[in-house]
């Protein structure tokens, strides 16, 4: 099985940088998705990293620490419209077979303040 | 709009009654997964269908659920005999095995179950 492990709450300033950590212990790890999904909505696919390193997608970058099992979430220039939760997120099953199903950390939910 | 819907968003009920929740997946997709989530947490798999093959199911899931997706089109998600444990957010999913194979799921905005 998988466990995941993510802060539950972090708050921070509109137009700062924020980083929001994802620990996991796995039985079999192929990479680190994350999720963005805002009071009421559906969660949304942020990213996914399958190899150590930084990815960066606009203001948001993730990164990815195999040997460390960690991986991180950054938000830059943060903006009031992304206060929200944030999932981390792992794909489980064989690759051969096309993984079976996401498995999700609790979330984080970010609080952008002016 | 193109994105994975649901119905009903919103379903009050009382114990001991059966509710039926529907998605209707991406066209393309030919995977299908249902989440639950309560507050404050993250989504839970329940169960997931390619095309219209039931793959998984969760070992948490009791007797009372059923899904099904009888032509690897919509799917139905069925709970018998609803206890107030069962309130939460009933999300659907789907994507194409690729997809999937990174973790990218499309959701919908879920249906929201309360057993009073």
């Known amino acids: 099985g998988q466990s995941l492990e993510q802060p539950s709450e972090v708050t921070a300033v509109e137009g700062a940088i924020v980083q929001i950590n994802c620990t996991y212990q796995t039985s079999g790890f192929y990479g680190l998705s994350w999720y963005q999904q805002h009071d009421g909505g559906a969660p949304t696919f942020l990213s996914y990293n399958a190899l150590d390193g930084l990815e960066e997608t606009g203001r948001f970058s993730s990164f990815l620490s195999r040997s460390d099992s960690y991986g991180y979430l950054l938000l830059q220039e943060l903006q009031m419209k992304d206060s929200a939760s944030y999932f981390c997120?792992?794909?489980?099953?064989?690759?051969?077979?096309?993984?079976?199903?996401?498995?999700f950390g609790i979330g984080t939910k970010l609080q952008v303040i002016p | 709009d193109t994105g994975v819907s649901q119905d009903p968003r919103h379903k009050i009920t009382k114990r001991g009654q059966n509710v039926t929740f529907r998605c209707d997946p991406i066209s393309e997709h030919n995977r299908l997964y249902w989440y639950r989530q309560t507050l404050g947490q993250g989504p839970e798999f329940l169960t997931y269908?390619?095309?219209?093959?039931?793959?998984?199911k969760s070992r948490l899931l009791s007797d009372r659920f059923s899904a099904e997706r009888p032509k690897g089109s919509f799917s139905t998600l069925e709970i018998q005999r609803t206890e107030q444990g069962d309130s939460a957010m009933y999300l659907c999913a789907s994507s194409l095995v690729l997809q999937a194979n990174t973790g990218e799921l499309f959701f919908g905005e879920g249906s929201r179950l309360t057993v009073l």
């Open positions: 997120a792992v794909p489980e099953g064989t690759y051969s077979g096309g993984y079976q199903k996401v498995t």
């Open positions: 269908f390619q095309n219209e093959a039931q793959l998984e």
